[in-house]
């Protein structure tokens, strides 16, 4: 699994941006899915997460009702549309793969596989 994660940029705050992660290695399908936001000198923390089926997804509290996460397995891709953003979510975000796709996981350490990161920054 080789994670590309794409979209980020600058949006302005109440904006909307899209991330895009696609695997350019096997399929990820039975995978469960989440993204990821790090600001600098923190801990990664979760933002979201779908289960393999794309019938089950989990947000963090802060993002709830303003961001989704979905998937397209065919095209072995993963989204996640922010809308109305503020600037409490600027950092990098990372898309990552558990490979026992049931249940969505919370822990970093939960995940196999890891993208590199794009950077979001929201400023007016």
């Known amino acids: 699994v080789q994670l590309q994660a794409s979209g980020g940029g600058l949006v302005l705050p109440g904006g909307s941006l899209r991330l895009s992660c696609a695997d350019s290695?096997?399929?990820?399908?039975?995978?469960?899915l989440a993204w990821f936001r790090q600001d600098p000198g923190k801990e990664r923390e979760f933002v979201a997460g779908?289960?393999?089926?794309?019938?089950?997804?989990d947000y963090a509290d802060s993002v709830k009702g303003r961001f989704t996460i979905s998937r397209d397995n065919a095209r072995n891709s993963v989204y996640l549309q922010m809308t109305n953003v503020r600037i409490e979510d600027m950092g990098v975000y990372y898309c990552?793969?558990?490979?026992?796709?049931?249940?969505?996981?919370?822990?970093?350490?939960?995940?196999?596989?890891w993208g590199q990161g794009t950077l979001v920054t929201v400023s007016s």
């Open positions: 990552a793969a558990n490979r026992h796709g049931i249940q969505i996981k919370r822990e970093i350490d939960e995940y196999d596989y």
């Open positions: 290695g096997r399929t990820f399908s039975s995978f469960s």
């Open positions: 779908i289960n393999w089926s794309g019938l089950n997804t």
